[in-house]
Nanobody, 117 residues
Framework: QVQLVESGGGLVQAGGSLRLSCAASGFTFRLSAMSWYRQFPGKERELVATIINTGGSTNYADSVKGRFTISRDNAKNTVYLQMNNLKPEDTAVYYC??????????WGQGTQVTVSS
């Protein structure tokens, strides 16, 4: 079955960096676009970044442009989110997302990112 397992979250000071990883299995990773979402307490999940299957195109939320970078390694079935210059308002639970074949959406379990001021 499809599994998305995130790692790399934690506590960091404002201005610091973290790198999130999402290990995928159960589907043909190299054919699927991948995304990162985040969820603030009491809010709905919001899209942070998306990368197409080849890695040749990416999109970002305005709030993270220039600070976050999404990338992927199709040989390792892993997608990454490099987060630089983190701000307290980036504090959220971050989720990996995939919708293989455009049929059903899958989410990881989430990883907490906390940025202290």
């Amino acid at each position: 079955q499809v599994q998305l397992v995130e790692s790399g979250g934690g506590l960091v000071q404002a201005g610091g960096s973290l790198r999130l990883s999402c290990a995928a299995s159960g589907f043909t990773f190299r054919l699927s676009a991948m995304s990162w979402y985040r969820q603030f307490p009491g809010k709905e999940r919001e899209l942070v970044a998306t990368i197409i299957n080849t890695g040749g195109s990416t999109n970002y939320a305005d709030s993270v442009k220039g600070r976050f970078t999404i990338s992927r390694d199709n040989a390792k079935n892993t997608v990454y989110l490099q987060m630089n210059n983190l701000k307290p308002e980036d504090t959220a639970v971050y989720y990996c997302y995939a919708k293989p074949n455009g049929i059903r959406a899958y989410w990881g379990q989430g990883t907490q990112v906390t940025v202290s001021s």
